[in-house]
Nanobody
Framework: QVQLVESGGRLVQAGGSLRLSCAAS????????MGWFRQAPGKEREFVAA???????VYADSVKGRFTISRDNPKNAAYLQMNSLKPEDTAVYYC?????????????????WGQGTQVTVSS
């Protein structure tokens, strides 16, 4: 079992930056592939960024060039650095972990989820 807790979400102005953290506990963190998703009110949860099984980074087109996913295995933590934020980035952000091969952009692939952290970008 893996437990995930997100933090770092807050209100920021458009063009600003924010770093989200995901603290993990439980089984060996390095065994899991990590991903970030987000969900805006009234919309479905969407893929943001993830590590592939071989630790390559992949991003949704909407955040490519602005967001960076990273991981610190000794600290059992994952991060999402968000730059040049836009109002359309406003959502609850979730970190997630998967332990099997699969489609990194499909939420159904992930076995473990955090509770989410709210990011609000004002125009």
């Amino acid at each position: 079992q893996v437990q995930l807790v997100e933090s770092g979400g807050r209100l920021v102005q458009a063009g600003g930056s924010l770093r989200l953290s995901c603290a993990a506990s439980g089984r060996t963190f390095s065994r899991y592939a990590m991903g970030w998703f987000r969900q805006a009110p009234g919309k479905e949860r969407e893929f943001v960024a993830a590590f592939s099984w071989n630790d390559n980074t992949v991003y949704a087109d909407s955040v490519k060039g602005r967001f960076t996913i990273s991981r610190d295995n000794p600290k059992n933590a994952a991060y999402l650095q968000m730059n040049s934020l836009k109002p359309e980035d406003t959502a609850v952000y979730y970190c997630a972990a998967r332990s099997t091969f699969g489609a990194y952009s499909d939420p159904r692939t992930y076995s473990y989820w955090g509770q989410g952290t709210q990011v609000t970008v004002s125009s």
